[in-house]
Nanobody, 118 residues
Framework: QVQLLESGGGLVQAGGSLTLSCTTS????????MGWYCQAPGKQRELVAV???????VYAESVKGRFTISRDTSKNTVYLQMNTLKPEDTAIYYC????????????WGQGTQVTVSS
């Protein structure tokens, strides 16, 4: 069973920065990938960025060049550094971990609100 603990988020002006953190237990190497999805009001949850077990990042087109996903394996923690934030980035951000053993399964954090004012 994977548990995720998120921190970060909040209110920031357009052009500002925020950092989200997500810590997993057990080890970060117990999952295939970890990352962040977001869900704005009235919209479906969508990918923001993930990082694979091997350390390769994947980004949504809308955040490339502005967001950076990284990890500290000694802390079992993944970070999302969000720069040059835009009002359209406003959403609830959910940490996600995916495993494929013993069966495919997604785990989700409780979600953290990110609000970008114009």
């Amino acid at each position: 069973q994977v548990q995720l603990l998120e921190s970060g988020g909040g209110l920031v002006q357009a052009g500002g920065s925020l950092t989200l953190s997500c810590t997993t237990s057990p080890s970060i190497f117990s999952v295939n990938r970890m990352g962040w999805y977001c869900q704005a009001p009235g919209k479906q949850r969508e990918l923001v960025a993930v990082i694979t077990r091997g350390g390769s990042p994947v980004y949504a087109e809308s955040v490339k060049g502005r967001f950076t996903i990284s990890r500290d394996t000694s802390k079992n923690t993944v970070y999302l550094q969000m720069n040059t934030l835009k009002p359209e980035d406003t959403a609830i951000y959910y940490c996600n971990a995916y495993t494929d053993y013993p069966r495919p399964k997604d785990y989700w954090g409780q979600g953290t609100q990110v609000t970008v004012s114009s």
